[in-house]
Structures are given as C-alpha cells and as structure tokens.
C-alpha cells in the first residue's frame, strides 16, 4: 500500500514539474516577445531620429551626396547647422519661440496648479464635467480653435503677436497641464495634511511645508512638457503670426524653397529640446502613467 502511495507522489510530482517547464517556457517566449516588440518600437523612433542628426551634423555637401551614409561613416562638422542659424529669420524665430514658450509655461503652470489641487482633493457638483469639459478643449482640431481666434485677434488689434499666440497656447496646453498635475497631487495622500493639521499646522501651512514639498518635482514636470509642447506647435503659429513667426512656423514656411541641409538641420534643432527635455523628466512621466520608479 505504501509503495503504490509512493508511485503515485512520485507520478504527480513529474506531472507538476512538467507544468512547471511549460509555465517556464511560455514566461521565456512572452518575455521574449515582449523585449523584441520593445526593440521594434525603439528602432522606429530612434533610427529616423540617427538619420537626421547624422546629416545635421556633417557638411553640406555629404548632406547632397547619394547613397546618403551616417555617422560615423561620414565626415563630423557643425558647417550644416551653421548654414542653418544663420538663414533669414532663424534667430528672430529662436527668441520669438522662447518667448511664447516661457508665457505658456508661467500662464499654464499658475492656472493649472490651483485647478489640478482642486480636482484632485474637492468633491463638488460638476466636478465630472468640468473633467470631461477640459478634455474636450483637446478634442477640437486646432484648425477650428484657431481660425476663429485669428479674427478675433485682427478685431482686437493683436494679431501676429508672440503674445496672443502665448494666449492661444495656453489654451492648447492647460488641459493636459491640468490632468498632470492634478494626478500629481492625486498620488499625494490626503492623511498627509491632515497629519499636519492634528499637530496645528493651518491648512494652508500643512499644503505649503507637507504637500508642496512633495509636489514639486512633477509640476516642474508639467510645466517642462508644456515648454515643449509649445515650443513644437507650428499650425497656430503659422496661422496667427506673420512677421512674428516662431521657429516651427518659419522653417514651415520656408520648407518649400529650402535645401536638403537646411530640412535636416532644421528639423535636428527642433527635435534637439523635446528629446533633452524629455530625458529629463520621463520618470515623473512613469509615475504619471503608473510605473513605479526609484
């Protein structure tokens, strides 16, 4: 009796350990389906993103040549971006986008901080609305937003303005900027401040030395990618300006008569502070999407 027990421990045993393999082998395969699929993703942003800084950074003539080779195949120089800087108009845009991009952030930061904290802690009527009303801003073509504005901007007397196109982006960035920092302070426990508030802090002191603190970092996350977000708009600013274009909307309306150097370079110098900028605060991006990050 007890030997048929034994048998039968040691049939069911080699039946649990070929589970086992299998469940082995079929995480292998899906974690290999998983990095290879990663890989595919990162190829197809990275490698377009190689070729143009390949040819931004090499002179004019290698930019002209055929079949077209990358670094460090080819000769390292800054002659291309050089003969792109200094093209009519460059510059004036560079600051012109600077510009707009800097109101954008103050404006969208001031206004989208108080608005996010209040989302976020208050439960008040209306409250799902005005959630779904901010992401239908984002629904609407910019084209609908910003033909409209245009005219009212020549009514008002300041169209082509890097100020109203400030205004204008503002509006395209508040929604986002909204949503980010209100899941900012979202992931922030309330039972913080009402610890502080047992020890007699003011509700205003337990927000400024126990939320703020730790809110910080993701609305300097906010503000940065409403930095970029403005920095790369280009229909609203072809639109609404046109002696004070910005940086996007001047080598848009100069693509047509310019040289293959000037496309590349142009298009490596805008991409150059998304990707800086981006490196640097994709962590708090994580955490805004749900990854855990230390």
């Not at 990095?35 to 090499?58: Q, R």
Request: net charge positive; hydrophobic share 55%.
């Amino acid at each position: 009796m007890s030997e048929q027990s034994g048998v039968t421990a040691v049939q069911a045993s080699a039946e649990v350990q070929a589970i086992h393999r299998r469940m082995i082998r079929r995480q292998k395969l899906n974690r290999g389906l998983t990095y290879v699929v990663a890989i595919l993703i990162s190829l197809w942003v990275l490698v377009p993103i190689y070729f143009i800084a390949s040819m931004a950074l090499t002179t004019r003539e290698e930019v002209r040549a055929f079949p077209k080779g990358v670094l460090p195949f080819i000769p390292f120089s800054t002659e291309t971006m050089r003969f792109f800087l200094n093209s009519s108009g460059i510059m004036s845009g560079i600051i012109n986008s600077i510009i707009v991009a800097v109101i954008t952030l103050v404006l969208s930061t001031i206004i989208a901080a108080p608005a996010g904290y209040a989302i976020s802690r208050y439960i008040f009527p209306g409250r799902d609305s005005f959630r779904l009303s901010i992401l239908a801003v984002r629904a609407f073509p910019v084209v609908i937003l910003a033909i409209p504005l245009a005219v009212v901007f020549i009514n008002l007397g300041i169209f082509d303005s890097v100020y109203s196109l400030a205004l204008m982006h503002t509006a395209l960035t508040l929604p986002t900027t909204i949503l980010i920092i209100g899941s900012v302070f979202a992931s922030i426990p309330y039972e913080l401040e009402e610890a502080a508030q047992v020890f007699g802090c003011t509700p205003f002191q337990a927000f400024r030395q126990v939320v703020l603190p730790l809110v910080l970092p993701g609305i300097a996350a906010a503000a940065i990618f409403t930095f970029v977000m403005s920095w790369n708009e280009v229909f609203a600013a072809s639109v609404l300006t046109i002696q004070n274009r910005t940086l996007p909307a001047q080598v848009l309306n100069s693509l047509g008569q310019s040289s293959e150097p000037y496309k590349f370079a142009g298009g490596f110098f805008m991409l150059l502070p998304s990707v800086i900028f981006i490196f640097f605060i994709r962590r708090y991006l994580f955490n805004m999407w749900g990854q855990v990050t230390k």
